[in-house]
């Protein structure tokens, strides 16, 4: 009341004012595994907006040989990942001058970020020299295994509308990557844990393995927009045997557990969920819809097993959905046979130059 205390000064808090840090950081993203995702994610720790650049069809033709996933698959891949805020498109291999300060100027970008594996060009030369020239680079560690931390994220509300999926999620479509979890699990196989997704930190270690996977982001979009609530149920290794053969699951429970986490339209995962969906389930999880899409893997073994979906199908509860697009498993495969002289001879290269880079490895700080 100030008539009545004329001496007293009215102080409004400023308001803040702060920029955002936008980062930026490239890359081929062709059959994404854990390291690409763990950089990612370190990245953005590094800023508030991560832009994320992939590499054109051309580009990366020139430098590593024709890549397995088209443009449109890499860029869905990219784009449903938890940590990535804008895309850019057919981004150059090479951060020249004239790209660099189109990603200062209109894509506002304060920092340029690589992992400290190095980037050389064919003639030899650093594909970030420039960005380092002008002090606009950070550099992360390259993924070789990232320590636990708690567990970020809640389960749904009493009365949230929770869509159940499931599947096998070994090398699939339009994804991300695989990870080791230090989860421990007794012999029953069956037994299922639900994990809940994580935000900021990944909630479980990282394997050393350098295979590779993908997700069907796109379906899993589409069965989140049914809902308020994702719940992904992944089959044990031996239910995707049982199915399929011995030599699958390519990926284990564990990776694939971790891979599906990674998709921004997932909230919760079963872990080890059983072939068939049953009434304890449904109760358990109080799942209101199952959903499954048009497109699945060829499984030979299947003759003679029940149809998992014959409880929520009873109940009312269950919708199919339209695969966007009909890519699994063997058809990845399929494309990886027909270059497979030209990745085996791009492998040894590039096993050549980690032996340097592991032999020249310098410690980079958190």
């Known amino acids: 009341m100030p008539h009545l205390f004329p001496d007293l000064r009215v ?41 994320v ?15 397995v996933l088209s443009m449109q698959e890499r860029l869905a891949l990219v784009s449903g990942l938890k940590w990535v805020d804008e895309v850019i498109p057919n981004a150059p291999y090479e951060i020249t001058e004239e790209f660099m300060n189109r990603l200062f ?31 606009r680079y950070k550099q992360i560690k390259r993924t070789e295994g990232v320590s636990s931390t708690d567990i970020v994220g809640t389960g749904p509300g009493p009365n949230s509308r929770v869509v159940y999926i499931d599947g096998a999620f070994d090398l699939f479509t339009l994804g991300t990557w695989s990870a080791k979890t230090n989860l421990k699990f007794g012999p029953e196989i069956y037994h299922y844990v639900a994990c809940p997704s994580f935000d900021k930190e990944f909630c479980l270690e990282f394997s050393s393995l350098k295979s ?54 997932v909230d919760e995962v079963i872990i080890g969920a059983p072939w068939e969906v049953t009434n304890d389930m449904i109760t358990t999880f109080n799942i ?9 893997e060829n499984n030979p073994f299947l003759n003679g097993k ?7 199908k009873n109940m009312g509860i269950f919708q199919t959905l339209e695969s966007p697009k009909d890519i699994t498993t063997t058809s990845i495969a399929r494309r990886i046979i027909v270059n497979h002289e030209i990745y085996v001879k791009r492998n040894a290269k590039k096993e050549a130059s980690e032996k340097k880079y592991y032999a020249e490895k310098k410690y980079v700080s958190d």
């Open 11 to 51: 102080f409004h808090k400023k308001k803040s004012t702060k920029k955002r840090v936008r980062v930026y950081m490239d890359g081929c993203f062709d059959l994404m595994h854990y390291g690409h995702a763990n950089a990612l994610r370190q990245a953005k720790a590094l800023g508030d907006e991560l832009v």
């Open 53 to 67: 650049g992939v590499v054109s069809d051309e580009e990366i033709i020139s430098n590593k040989g024709p890549p």
């Open 105 to 135: 100027k209109e894509h506002k970008i304060d920092y340029i970020i690589h992992g400290d594996d190095p980037c050389l060009l064919p003639d030899g030369t650093d594909a970030y020299a420039l960005a380092k020239k002008v002090g």
């Open 212 to 265: 590779k996977i993908h997700i069907n982001i796109v379906i899993l979009k589409s069965a989140r927009q049914l809902g308020d609530f994702l719940l992904v149920g992944i089959y044990a290794d031996q239910t995707v045997s049982e199915l399929r053969g011995g030599h699958f699951p390519l990926m284990n429970l564990h990776e694939r557990s971790l891979s599906v986490l990674a998709c921004r339209y």
């Open 288 to 296: 209101s819809l199952v959903v499954h899409g048009t497109v699945a």
């Open 306 to 312: 029940s149809d998992p979906y014959v409880v929520p």
